[in-house]
């Protein structure tokens, strides 16, 4: 796995969305704008079971996630690697990312039996610009 630089990890900590990509049963690419999250454990997005994101990562765990800087379009983070589903905590990191993103202690779009779940990457290819000097 392909640990973050101290750049990468505090871009990564800015309220900035991404575009996970992942591969449909065909092959085709499917992009989502995400949340995404950095911690001790490294980088991670959010979902619900019942969508496609989990549905695809459980068949094939690659993906691709991309952040870029709203300010400085230049200024952007692309992670490769592949995705593991975790249900454990799930439910407090979505309510995390809310804070992280609206402010709110409690994520506001949870939908009634909606199962949240936690994707974690393990990261195998980190590519960058504008950070670092890059």
Known sequence: ?????????AFLES??????TTLN???SPQSTIVWVDVDDDGVSINTAY????????ARD?????VVVDPEDPYRWLKVNGTGTLV???ADAHIDRLSRKYTGREIYASRQPGEQRVSVRISV???LSRGLDGS
């Open 25 to 27: 049963g065909d092959g």
């Open 50 to 57: 019942g969508r496609v994101k989990p549905q695809n990562l």
């Open 124 to 126: 195998e290819r980190i």
């Open 1 to 9: 796995m392909t640990e973050l630089s101290a750049a990468e990890r």
């Open 61 to 65: 765990p690659r993906l691709s996630l």
């Open 87 to 89: 249900d454990e905590g």
């Open 15 to 20: 309220p900035f969305v991404g575009v996970v």
